[in-house]
């Protein structure tokens, strides 16, 4: 499928649609902490983003359990930072995310080391195969953060409702 591009142009590429991504992302978030969480916008995006598994059913974007293992455990690493930094307040009865002076920084950064990391693997492994790995290490990373959201989302709503 990309046997006709250079990997070289395919890298490029990538990156500079990762950047928009993650620019577009922190955008959208710093946005969003103006309006009301609810349940239903803290799980959208996990459930929008599975659909990129799909990926895997071509053999370019296939990766072997020793990287998908790597992927996910990178991926947790992050979502740590992100679960720690993710934070709620009640504002007028309704709840909303919390500014953090931090996510901004932590975005940038995790957009930051996942282009060294693509330019670093770019020589050893393939295009697709390494857009397999950045798909998994990216879901295993959203995953638990979202999850940790809607925990502390919860436990924020159900003091609300007691008080």
């Known amino acids: 499928m990309f046997d006709n591009i250079p990997s070289h142009y395919l890298i490029i590429g990538t990156t500079i ?27 959208i995006p996990p459930f929008a983003m ?3 598994a799909l990926m895997f059913i071509f053999e370019e974007f296939r990766v072997a359990p020793l990287q998908i293992v790597e992927a996910v455990a990178l991926g947790l690493v992050f979502s740590v ?23 901004p920084f932590i975005l940038v950064g995790l957009l930051v080391f996942r ?15 390494l857009a397999g790995m950045f798909f998994i290490l990216a879901f295993s990373m959203l995953l638990p953060w979202r999850i940790g959201m809607l925990i502390k989302f919860k436990k924020l709503q159900k003091s609300q409702i007691i008080s």
Do not use: C, H, N
């Not at 679960?83 to 007028?92: D, L, P, Q, Y």
């Not at 330019?119 to 295009?127: K, M, P, R, Y």
């Open 115 to 129: 282009i060294i990391l693509k330019t670093l693997f770019a020589d050893s492994l393939d295009v697709g195969e």
């Open 17 to 43: 649609m990762a950047a928009f991504m993650g620019t577009f992302a922190l955008f959208v978030r710093l946005r969003a902490q103006k309006k009301p969480v609810s349940a239903k916008k803290i799980l």
């Open 50 to 52: 599975s659909t990129g």
């Open 81 to 103: 930072i992100l679960i720690a930094t993710s934070k709620f307040e009640v504002r007028e009865s309704a709840i909303y995310m919390k500014q953090s002076k931090a996510f």
